[in-house]
């Protein structure tokens, strides 16, 4: 599935960022924080408000798993 040590969710990365300020440190590079797909762990091609990527999110979108969407045809 997901490789999930590289999973880092919004609230985590916060939650760890406050933490290191409550003590007194600073979180040394902030920007190396990334978004990860929560089914297959890619970086790439993230959809923030599904929180997957983007292949994931089709294969969703097709298999009609995410309500409201559809994959359109002309």
Known sequence: MARDALIISWKDRHAKA?????????VKF????YN???LCGRRGGYMRF???CRIC?????INGDI????KSSW
């Open 30 to 33: 902030p920007t190396r924080l």
């Open 50 to 52: 599904f929180g997957t």
């Open 67 to 70: 309500p409201g969407i559809k």
């Open 36 to 38: 990860r797909c929560k």
């Open 57 to 61: 999110f089709r294969e969703l979108a």
């Open 18 to 26: 406050e933490r290191a300020r409550a003590a007194g440190k600073k």
